[in-house]
């Protein structure tokens, strides 16, 4: 198994609300993603890079009600709460090899589509994020082409995301079991309440944070 940085999610309340968020943290625009019909969620999304976006997401009102715990903790984010940097997602070249102790962390790798896109992704059964969104998803795209390589180019490309978090080493070996490599620096935080990722993203207005 080889790993490496595929997107930023980014969760809020509406998508109205993250759309906001970006817009004014970044000085862009995001670009209209899809509908996801198994978890009743909608995004938009953002290329950072050849292989590497920033989704916002959160749940659609429009969509059908689902039979599942909705994935990245969407279920228990609080209405007013302010969209946040939540997690991240690693693409794989397999997810058939996944270990025990992989597994137990990020999950079962489930089907799902967004319109004509097609790809397997691990999510826990209840919904959560992994270790707080610290440990990544893991992604394996149905078709040859990135999405990212779909969207417009907007003069954006990630720098580095900065995880925080109180048990650094874990999310280290867990990284190391995936074979990971790309642009993520872990440090420790004092508790779980004080977890969180940042990201440096270059813009057309200069560097800037999530």
Known sequence: MQTSLDH???????????????????????????????MGTHNKLLRLGTHVYLEVIAINPAALPVNRPRWFGLDELPANVSPRLAHWVAKTDTLQTLGPMLTEVVGQAQPMSRGELRWEITVL?????????????????????????????????????????????RISHLLEAMNFSGPVRLHRCESIEASRLVSSIETPSGLRNL
């Open 125 to 169: 059964a209840d919904g959560r994020l992994p270790l707080e969104g610290a440990a990544p998803s893991l992604i394996h795209w149905g078709q040859p082409v990135h999405p990212a390589t779909m969207l417009e180019d907007k003069g954006c490309s990630l720098r580095m995301l900065d995880i925080f978090h109180p048990a650094p080493e």
């Open 8 to 38: 930023l999610v980014i969760v809020a309340p509406t998508l109205e609300a993250g759309d906001r968020f970006v817009s004014q943290r970044l000085g862009v625009e995001l670009q209209p993603g899809g509908c996801h019909p198994l």
